[in-house]
């Protein structure tokens, strides 16, 4: 089956610096990537789609500027928090969509990245 | 209002229960509906979709879809422990768009 990893399960850095979370499928090309933030007990909320090679697209409230998003490879996605402060503490994680499969719709999700910022 | 509304729970049952959940959507144009499962700190993994309205039947797992009363289900069978997780549906209107997620329903299922 199609894997999605994320890199890495669990950072805790310092307000004001930047954090870099990436996203690889392993076993398959991801033309689209996407990226969700969960809060606890809430549900997943789209932050971005990033298309391999184009710049992303963000969700309505999401500061490009302060999460940028990297679809440099078929098979990588890396997000950054720029300047992190203790609100964006939250549980990122991202999918993948395989569009060279009959499950075109079907989106792969990764394991999550839970970040603390101090 | 939100475009996806779904009770999250929790929803404790006993083990061999049939577990119902389910949700409602404001969005007509919405066609395809995916139910995920979701373990807490890990992803979400996707157990049933759905193309526009009807049954489908995997396993223990069998997803409803009424689109004319904007509404879906997804009920298991014999339920057991290891189906404790958060259940999210979620929805979209095309194949490749975004997904619409519903805020997930805590399900305990107790031995």
């Known amino acids: 089956g199609a894997v999605v990893s994320q890199h890495p399960s669990w950072v805790i850095c310092k307000s004001g610096t930047s954090v870099k979370i990436e996203c690889r499928s392993l076993d398959f090309q991801a033309t689209t990537m996407f990226w969700y933030r969960q809060f606890p007990k809430q549900s997943l909320m789209l932050m971005a789609t990033s298309n391999e090679g184009s710049k992303a697209t963000y969700e309505q409230g999401v500061e490009k500027d302060k999460f940028l998003i990297n679809h440099a490879s078929l098979t990588l996605s890396t997000l950054t928090v720029t300047s992190a402060h203790p609100e964006d503490s939250s549980f990122y994680i991202c999918?993948?969509?395989?569009?060279?499969?009959?499950?075109?719709?079907?989106?792969?999700f990764g394991p999550g990245t839970r970040l603390t910022v101090t | 209002q939100k475009e996806v509304e779904q009770d999250p729970g929790p929803l404790s049952v006993p083990e061999g229960a049939i577990v119902s959940l389910n949700c409602t959507y404001s969005?007509?144009?919405?066609?395809?509906f995916m139910w995920y499962r979701q373990y807490s700190r890990k992803g979400p993994e996707l157990l049933m979709y759905?193309?526009?309205?009807g049954n489908k039947e995997d396993g223990r797992f069998t997803a409803q879809v009424d689109k004319s009363s904007k509404y879906i289900s997804l009920f298991i069978r014999d339920s057991q422990p290891s189906d404790s997780a958060t259940y999210l549906c979620a929805m979209s209107e095309n194949s490749w768009g975004k997904l619409q997620f519903g805020a997930g329903t805590q399900v305990v299922v107790t031995p």
């Open positions: 999918s993948a969509r395989d569009a060279s499969g009959h499950d075109y719709y079907e989106q792969y």
């Open positions: 969005n007509s144009a919405f066609q395809y």
């Open positions: 759905t193309y526009s309205s």
